[in-house]
């Protein structure tokens, strides 16, 4: 939760932002601080905390990075600054790594605005998240210090982070603690009192946050500039339920000619063999006689005069036992024909033919 975010802020913003304007502010380390629109931890960003030894309202702005190592860190180990770039507010006293933080090493920061990435699927969608006035959105933090084999020292921050609002809860379960006004400042930076934390420590449920989708590419830490923050529009894609595919489609025209030898198509016209009408070419001859194609007497002329010249023959042939009126049928042909013995006198349909 909030691993991006973009700060461009002028020096100067700061302390306007943290509401610290009548305070005395110094600056340390600000050279190293470069405004990006595309801030991942590990890179340098100014954090308002309070001056050390200090008891009254006097702060520092201090470059340091994001990612907290903890003092308590091996000098040899080499810091990881993605490991700890969020602290959850509910257990902040919990963790050794951040409750001994909480009474002194509080400190605010401000940026434009933060990314966040809504999941749908294994597809992730960046978001841009801002105030809609466009001023600084200010993150409460802790910072602290860690000395190195060479000993140098070295200043980090985590951010704190909360459940999230009702207005983003589609989008992430978590948030960073957003500190919108003066009073809310004052009490994280400037408060003794660790039981007015939780009071801060709290989703920001006020309706000028703003938010829109923008471009994947600023997924990579190296993706900078302005266009990292434009607004695109998202493609809607209808969906369409799985009964669709198994529908006949409608056609605009029929292949079947018609008078005139034009040939026109019929719309809606079934397309499967099974739900075809009778005229279609696709359609099947078995069936009842209603679902048979109508064939005329021009179709397929050879075949029905061969076969009509053929029933006159075998009707009007006298049968083998010298009866002119006894006629044989078909069916007694083809029985003959099929179980007529070798021996068998009788003639069968193959000497029939002979003969002739």
Known sequence: M???????????????????????????????FQPSYNV??????????????????????????????????????????????NARSESVREKASFCRLLPNNRCLVAMEGFYEWKKDGHKKQPYYVHFKDGRPLVF????DSWKNSEGEILYSFTIMTTSSSSALEWLHDRMPVILGDKESTDTWLMGSSASKFDTVLKPYEKADLAWYAVTSAMGKPSFDGPECIKEIKLKTEETKPISKFFTKK???????????????????????????????????????????????????????????????????????????????TSSQLRK?????AADDKQPTLFSYYARR
């Open 40 to 85: 991942s931890p590990g890179r340098y960003l100014p954090v308002v905390r309070r001056e050390d030894g200090s008891d009254g309202d006097a702060a520092v702005l201090h470059c340091m990075k994001w990612g907290l190592i903890p003092s308590f860190t091996k000098k040899s180990d080499k810091p990881d600054h993605y490991r700890m770039f």
């Open 140 to 143: 409460a933090a802790l910072y």
């Open 2 to 32: 909030c691993g991006r975010s973009r700060c461009t802020l002028r020096i100067d913003d700061f302390p306007r932002a943290c509401h610290l304007n009548a305070c005395p502010l110094r600056s340390l380390h600000m050279d190293r």
């Open 250 to 328: 409608g056609r605009q025209e029929s292949s079947i000619p018609q008078a005139g030898g034009s040939t026109k198509l019929k719309e809606e016209e079934a397309e499967t063999p099974d739900e075809a009408p009778a005229h279609h070419p696709f359609h099947t001859f078995g069936g009842n006689d209603e679902s048979k194609p109508n064939v005329t007497s021009s179709s397929y002329p050879a075949v029905k005069r061969d076969y009509e010249e053929f029933s006159a023959e075998t009707e009007m042939k006298p049968s083998s036992c010298g009866k002119a009126d006894e006629l044989e």
């Open 336 to 340: 003959k024909a099929n179980f007529g």
